[in-house]
């Protein structure tokens, strides 16, 4: 029987734990192979590097860079080296500590690169209008710096605010008020932004300028005197009022009002002040009342013209004979004198002008008789123009006509009676004589 003997040889790894890490700094553009240590000087005839694989790599005992780093994305690595020393069971066992700085490989950009912003007009000098800054993805010694725009503006600036994590607040000051009426209604600025290196970004920015109701609506002309002629068509146009307001939108839209809704008239959102109620003027000869423009504009703005619409005559109305009344019958005593008063005459006109100018007539048999004289306003009187003689005429039939001076010309007449009454200006006539012969001494009856 063959004898065999079995050696063990147990090999007994010792491990030696350096508590102090190695640390390194290694800029963001480092070129793939970039050397960051030489570690053969720790007598290793072996390394093996434990999560730091995405970052580094060991050859030939130097600690190379092994991938494109950015500091924007990872900032820092930590891993294990074991180092196997030469011909010895021992390792050394290192932690590696990875920072990556910076370099300013980002230029500033807007997000959006394109923005509007509303300004109101009549902001004083000063305003500020906060915007969203630029960004730069660099770290803070890299970052935004500053903004000026690409061209001087009259009426604009910006200017920086304080600064934030990778933004740098942009402000967008009024250096002068805003005139929607009169300046431009739009601006376009270009902004830049610069970092540390004066690499850039730009923000297009489109100033809009909204009007602000600051002008009220004005008349032209600020005064209307018109005409109509009674009983004109309903529905036709009087005059029309034009107003306008320097503002735009709703601020500049108008509306017209009156402020007397009793007239017979209405105005239409044209400004065309209509006939709506038919119009007389012996009703009423004028109308005035005020047309109010007010603005659309949130807080409304309003101004007003007077209106005065004078009523023009027609002939539409004949003489009126209030006094005598039909078939009247007037006393006058028969007499040798004339202009004795006979009866009171009252006549009227609703009518103006021409159209109420009245002329008076007396007409029938021996109407030359007796004639009309005129008093004052509507009053007038018939009296005699000639002796009257009861015993001759004792009633005299007559008609009163009045006429107006309208065309076409309206008249009126009534028909009364002057009843001559007798007065004691005759004495007995006998009709018949004889002579007749008396005897002396005769007493009694004496026959013819």
């Known amino acids: 029987m063959v004898m065999r003997t079995w050696k063990l040889f147990l090999y007994v790894t010792l491990l030696f734990y350096e508590c102090n890490p190695l640390k390194y700094n290694v800029k963001e553009d480092a070129e793939l192979g970039y050397q960051i240590e030489d570690l053969s000087t720790e007598g ?13 790599k060991v050859e030939e005992g130097k600690l190379l ?24 069971p021992y390792i050394k066992e290192f932690t590696i500590e990875v920072t990556i700085s910076d370099v300013n490989d980002n230029e500033p950009f807007f997000e959006p690169d394109v923005v509007t912003v509303r300004v109101e007009e009549n902001n004083q000098e000063g305003k500020v209008e906060n915007l969203q800054g630029a960004t730069d993805n660099d770290d803070q010694a890299y970052s935004v710096r500053r903004y000026e725009l690409s061209a001087p503006s009259e009426f604009f600036e910006v200017r920086s605010g304080s600064w934030y994590p990778n933004t740098l607040p942009l402000n967008l000051v009024l250096k002068k008020e805003l005139d929607y009426d009169k300046g431009s209604k739009y601006y376009n600025l270009t902004v830049i932004a610069y970092d540390s290196d004066n690499k850039s970004g730009e923000l297009t920015l489109n100033v809009e300028v909204i009007d602000k109701n600051d002008n009220k609506p004005v008349f032209s002309p600020s005064d209307y005197n018109v005409t109509v002629v009674e009983h004109t068509s309903l529905r036709s146009v009087v005059t029309r009022v034009a107003a306008t307001d320097a503002d735009s939108g709703d601020n500049g839209e108008i509306t017209f009002t009156m402020s007397d809704k009793t007239t017979p008239f209405e105005i239409k959102s044209n400004g065309e002040i209509v006939i709506f109620k038919d119009v007389d003027r012996e009703v009423k000869d004028a109308y005035l009342f005020d047309v109010i423009a007010t603005d659309h504009g949130e807080f409304p703005l309003s101004s007003k013209a007077i209106v005065k619409i004078s009523v023009l005559d027609i002939n539409d109305n004949p003489p009126e004979i209030l006094e005598p009344l039909s078939l009247f019958v007037a006393q006058v005593s028969e007499s040798n004198d004339s202009d004795i008063f006979v009866c009171s005459v009252r006549i009227r006109d609703k009518d103006y002008g021409v159209n109420a100018t009245l002329t008076v007539q007396l007409v029938g048999i021996h109407s030359n008789k007796f004639k009309y004289k005129k008093g004052l306003g509507e009053l007038g009187e018939i009296v005699t123009n000639a002796p009257l003689d009861r015993e001759d005429i004792s009633l005299y039939t007559l008609k009163l006509l009045v006429k107006d001076g309208g065309t076409p010309q309206q008249e009126k007449e009534v028909q009364f009676q002057v009843n001559v009454t007798d007065v004691n200006d005759n004495p007995p006539v006998f009709l018949n004589c004889r002579t007749v012969t008396v005897k002396e001494n005769t007493v009694g009856a004496v026959s013819s």
């Open 65 to 88: 860079v092994d991938k494109v780093l950015d500091y924007e994305t990872t900032s820092y690595y930590s891993g294990t080296l074991k180092c196997y020393l030469n011909a010895t």
């Open 44 to 56: 290793c005839s072996q390394y093996v590097l434990e999560r730091l694989k995405g970052c580094c």
